[in-house]
């Protein structure tokens, strides 16, 4: 287990979902949540599209209609505000 904690990609992982939760709490002090949660929401499109693009994972119907849904639901709640 520490051989595996002291791993280059577990480190990158730790330090950026720190550095993600940083940004989060900054972003939290300074604007509404409304704004700030479908902004952050919008990570799942952009790790799907990065895992498609760098990581060669298939592209499925069910992820891509997900992805889809999230997106939508970020278009429409971005209307409202």
């Known amino acids: ?21 940083a940004i989060y709490l900054f972003a939290l002090s300074k ?4 704004i700030v949660y479908p ?3 919008s990570t799942f499109v952009f790790v799907a ?7 060669k994972e298939r592209a499925s119907a069910p992820r ?3 992805v889809l849904v999230i997106f939508l639901g970020i278009f429409l709640v971005s209307l409202t505000i």
């Open 39 to 41: 902004t952050f929401a």
């Open 64 to 66: 891509l209609a997900g």
């Open 31 to 34: 604007a509404p949540l409304s």
């Open 1 to 21: 287990m520490l051989g595996l904690a002291r791993s280059a990609p577990v480190v990158i992982g730790v330090f950026g979902y720190l550095l993600g939760l």
């Open 49 to 55: 599209i990065i895992s498609f693009a760098l990581l």
